[in-house]
């Protein structure tokens, strides 16, 4: 079992850079996938991109693609999400999930364990 913990979040303007960070607690991280979602005001959770307990495989959401990056460092139990190029369509709550029985995923519901969120925003 893993808990998720996000932080970095905060606000910046349009075209900027942000990273966010996800801690997570236990001794297994390294069997889980990782993947990153976010949530708007008034819309549903939305995948934003995942990669695989290795770090081997990484998948993002077409909006995001070649402006988000995805990492991830075992040995201190963290998953990284470096996003570039910010437009104010990226402003939501960013959750961490991991993932215990697939290689990637994009599916909320393949996700075991949740973060609480950090919020984002991008000023236009």
């Known amino acids: 079992q893993v808990q998720p913990v996000e932080s970095g979040g905060g606000l910046v303007q349009a075209g900027g850079s942000l990273r966010l960070s996800c801690a997570a607690s236990?001794?297994?991280?390294?069997?889980?996938?990782m993947g990153w979602f976010r949530q708007a005001p008034g819309k549903e959770r939305e995948f934003v991109g995942t990669?695989?307990?290795?770090?081997?495989?990484?998948y993002y959401a077409d909006p995001v693609k070649g402006r988000f990056t995805i990492s991830r460092d075992n040995a201190k139990n963290t998953v990284l999400l470096q996003m570039n190029s910010l437009k104010a369509e990226d402003t939501a709550v960013y959750y961490c999930?991991?993932?215990?029985?697939?290689?990637?995923?994009?599916?909320?519901?393949?996700?075991?364990?949740w973060g609480q969120g950090t919020q984002v925003t991008v000023s236009s």
């Open positions: 236990g001794r297994t991280f390294s069997r889980y996938t």
């Open positions: 999930a991991a993932a215990r029985t697939v290689i990637t995923s994009t599916e909320i519901t393949d996700y075991d364990y």
């Open positions: 990669i695989s307990w290795s770090g081997g495989r990484t």
